[in-house]
């Protein structure tokens, strides 16, 4: 079996370079054959095989892109075929994250959950971009388990914090992969810091959205033009306001479907055209509660009190005790008093422990 599996690996892989050939229906005939072969792989010798063989994934474009770029069937079917592809492994890997769920916290895991998502990101796209989103979501729920469980060693586990840290997540890094979906240098964020970048993707979105509202109807355009039939005079009153016209350009105008999403990406969602999603301001939230989890259990060792489920926190004696052990260790190591790590520690210890903690 893991033979025919191997086999199987080795189609979808081959597949680059036949990219290289321009022969690219063999390439989608390759992406299809692995797409079958896919459910039968554990995580393990999915990246065992990628490693071995260096290969790279290619990058996986919405399915916008699939009917609105790509208009001939040659050009279509190796999109077609990644998009199959990845639909397969996203539905595969919530497969992974419960089977990760079901045992005991490891290290291992994680890493793999991490590289998977490294792997996917080597070859940014609208897909890709999920996938690896969905493996660092696996991958922090899987750091909080560990991290309550002092049987599991820290070692393996909080070294992860680091990887989260990845350029794919800046705004840059996500105007990139909308410029390659939308086939065009539209989102071209601003030089500097990236708070100012992150407002230019912003911006540049409305301005779309904007654009949806005006051309739904000729009398609405005509309000947004300063002609507002009656009953649309406060559109164009808006639009005066703060409709930001100057960016609109006709690339826009004869793509403006892109700017029209219909649902959000996940498992059970691919084919969802959800680009807002590279648009909004992207980090993990939990990854600041994790970080005090790590630091408490580092310093303490161990988490005191008992938990009782559905307890007031406002009277909880696992609070307090957590909150007494971590001002014992600051003031043996000639620290001020600051509980805020130790509130934060008990409250993601409570969650992970009722069981509310995101995953």
């Excluded at 999109?79 to 990760?100: K, N, P, S, Y």
């Excluded at 991490?114 to 660092?136: E, T, V």
């Amino acid at each position: 079996m893991r033979r025919y599996l191997f086999v199987g690996l080795a189609l979808i892989f081959s597949c680059q370079a036949t990219f290289a050939d321009n022969t690219e229906r063999r390439a989608a005939m390759m992406l299809g054959v692995y797409s079958t072969s896919l459910p039968k792989a554990s995580l393990s010798q999915l990246l065992v095989f990628i490693t071995s063989n260096k290969t790279a994934m290619t990058p996986m474009h919405s399915l916008w892109y699939a009917t609105n770029i790509t208009t001939r069937s040659f050009e279509q079917d190796p999109v077609i075929a990644a998009r199959r592809f990845g639909g397969t492994l996203f539905l595969r890997m919530e497969d992974w994250a419960a089977e990760m769920k079901a045992e005991q916290p490891t290290a291992e895991p994680i890493q793999q959950v991490m590289n998977l998502a490294d792997w996917l990101m080597k070859s940014p796209g609208y897909g890709n971009f999920f996938l690896a989103k969905r493996c660092h979501e696996v991958a922090t729920y899987a750091i909080a388990r560990a991290l309550v469980d002092t049987n599991c060693p820290l070692e393996g586990v909080t070294n992860q914090f680091a990887r989260f840290d990845v350029p794919w997540k800046t705004p840059a890094g996500r105007a990139q992969i909308l410029n390659d979906d939308v086939g065009a240098r539209l989102f071209e964020v601003p030089s500097g810091g990236e708070q100012a970048q992150q407002q230019y993707l912003e911006r540049m979105w409305l301005v779309g959205k904007t654009m949806v509202e005006k051309y739904k109807t000729p009398e609405m355009q005509a309000a947004f033009e300063g002609h507002p039939p009656k009953g649309l005079e406060s559109v164009s009153e808006m639009v005066r306001h703060w409709y930001l016209g100057a960016y609109e350009t006709p690339f826009m105008r004869e793509h403006i479907s892109f700017f029209k999403d219909d649902g959000k990406v996940s498992a059970k969602n691919w084919n969802a055209n959800d680009h807002e999603a590279l648009i909004v301001h992207y980090a993990e939230p939990q990854l600041p509660r994790l970080k005090c989890l790590a630091e408490f259990r580092t310093a303490i060792g161990y988490f005191p009190g008992e938990y009782v489920p559905n307890e007031d926190p406002a009277k909880s004696k696992q609070k307090v005790a957590f909150v007494q052990a971590w001002t014992d260790y600051r003031k043996h190591q000639g620290l001020p008093d600051d509980p805020g790590v130790a509130v934060t520690t008990w409250e993601v210890y409570r969650d992970i422990m009722a069981g509310t903690f995101p995953d």
